[in-house]
T-cell receptor, first 113, second 108 residues
Framework: DTAVSQTPKYLVTQMGNDKSIKCEQN?????MYWYKQDSKKFLKIMFS???????INETVPNRFSPKSPDKAHLNLHINSLELGDSAVYFC????????????FGPGTRLTVL | RKEVEQDPGPFNVPEGATVAFNCTYS??????FFWYRQDCRKEPKLLMS???SGNEDGRFTAQLNRASQYISLLIRDSKLSDSATYLC?????????FGTGTQLKVEL
């Protein structure tokens, strides 16, 4: 199936831990994103990479570090997790250029205890 | 003022009704406009792009009013399966900004 996939789907962890979320797309898109959707359902962009280069960083705490080993993968590492990090994290990709339609992964539901 | 604003609802409508949502945006330079649908505990999925001339896809009609800076979504003959949250998104280049969504509940 052509899609955007994320792992894990659920992540429950203690405050202070470090965790990673992985994202892969096989759509051949050049641009990938991380979004955070909080309990109020507000979907907010965090980062965007175009062909492995960071192009958008929306004043996210530096405990969050994205990494793009190649244009099909964009991972998110979070250090020293805090209660307020609990949210659903969505990866997305877009063809870019003239088409800014975003295609989302299934989401990772992070709960910090 | 938020960049993209929507009435959160919920809109409770009977099956078969026609319902319309609006979404206002503040960035007059926005070039792209979309409606996404998000089911509970799922990812947003593209419902339709919104073009300047307006566009229709089956029971769904989307319109753009650049002068007043809003986009609209009209759903005719609502089905139970239309129950979801509808997110509008605007932007340009590589960045989209999403509204917080309007919740629709279609009832028997």
């Amino acid at each position: 199936d052509t899609a955007v996939s994320q792992t894990p789907k659920y992540l429950v962890t203690q405050m202070g831990n470090d965790k990673s979320i992985k994202c892969e797309q096989n759509l051949g898109h050049d641009t990938m994103y991380w979004y955070k959707q909080d309990s109020k359902k507000f979907l907010k962009i965090m980062f965007s990479y175009n062909n492995k280069e960071l192009i958008i960083n929306e004043t996210v705490p530096n405990r969050f570090s994205p990494k793009s080993p190649d244009k099909a993968h964009l991972n998110l590492h979070i250090n020293s997790l805090e209660l307020g990090d609990s949210a659903v994290y969505f990866c997305a990709s877009t063809p870019g250029s003239a088409d800014s339609t975003q295609y989302f992964g299934p989401g990772t539901r992070l709960t910090v205890l | 003022r938020k960049e993209v604003e929507q009435d959160p609802g919920p809109f409770n409508v009977p099956e078969g009704a026609t319902v319309a949502f609006n979404c206002t945006y503040s960035n007059s330079a926005s070039q792209s406009f979309f409606w996404y649908r998000q089911d509970c505990r799922k990812e947003p999925k593209l419902l339709m792009s919104v073009y300047s001339s307006g566009n229709e896809d089956g029971r769904f009609t989307a319109q753009l009013n650049r002068a007043s800076q809003y986009i609209s979504l009209l759903i005719r003959d609502s089905k139970l399966s239309d129950s979801a949250t509808y997110l509008c998104a605007t932007g340009g280049g590589n960045k989209l900004t999403f509204g917080t969504g309007t919740q629709l509940k279609v009832e028997l």
